[in-house]
């Protein structure tokens, strides 16, 4: 679990099942801490108006995307939508500062192949993958080398399994979700910021993952020079 949770700021982007879940189970706990929920339908933002500390009307990846500050990077982010955050807040950050498409996004190749998953390939290539073949349980801990629902033996964590994962023609970069609370994780703004710094600069393919310990989403991105632009 991911330290203290005291005082913390936690922003749950996509108030549908898992995020109105997920607001509820962050403002349960007896923390000096801040939840602001985000959705661009109102409806969905009625359903967690009275639980949550703040609510925000828009698109999720926008306004994750005007986050800056030092105090921004130490908030927590809680993806609740069905999209990769993570990987089009790195599309859209690239593009609109440096004002040319220089980052576009690709199908996951067939040769990045995790071994020991069960993988979802989307129409539009982006992978899904995960050690298990169930429906994990809403309070599930996450407990390292194995399994909480059957206790089957995991040697391996998957976002390690992802990151030693080769690819041909691509480097693999993973952002870790950690646990929060039982059955909701997320990962400090500030990792991803460091992700964001890594790539600046860097012209190549990269598959860009976010995991947590047995379950993941891949999408592969490629960065052009602004030259070749």
């Known amino acids: 679990m991911a330290g203290s949770n005291e005082g913390k700021t936690y922003i749950v982007i996509g108030c549908g099942y898992f995020g109105c879940r997920a607001v509820q189970a962050l403002k349960r706990l007896p923390l000096n801490s801040l939840v602001i929920a985000v959705d661009r339908d109102e409806g969905r933002l009625l359903s967690v108006k009275a639980t949550a500390d703040r609510i925000h009307h828009g698109d999720g990846v926008q306004f994750f995307a005007k986050l800056t500050g030092p105090q921004a990077a130490a908030w ?3 993806p609740a939508l069905p999209l990769h955050l993570a990987a089009d807040w790195l599309l859209q950050v690239f593009n609109e500062t440096e ?6 996004k690709l199908p996951v190749p067939a040769d990045f ?3 020991g998953t ?3 390939r989307t129409p539009g290539g982006t992978l899904y993958c995960s050690l298990g073949n169930l429906v994990c349980p809403e309070d599930c801990p ?3 080398g194995y399994c909480h629902a059957t206790g089957q033996l995991r040697p391996a964590p998957l976002y390690r399994i992802l990151a030693e994962t080769p690819c041909p023609g691509y480097r693999s970069l993973v ?3 950690r646990l929060i609370v039982p059955g ?5 703004f500030a990792d991803l910021l460091a992700l964001q710094t ?3 600069g860097s012209v190549g393919s990269y598959l860009i993952s976010t995991a947590c310990t047995c379950h993941a989403v891949t999408d592969a991105i490629s960065l052009s020079s602004l030259t070749n632009t």
């Open 76 to 78: 927590w982010i809680v």
């Open 99 to 104: 004002g040319v498409e220089r980052a576009r």
């Open 175 to 177: 952002l870790r979700s």
């Open 113 to 115: 192949d995790p071994k």
């Open 198 to 200: 890594e790539l600046t």
């Open 142 to 144: 996450e407990p390292e």
């Open 118 to 120: 069960l993988q979802h």
């Open 184 to 188: 909701v994780g997320g990962y400090p």
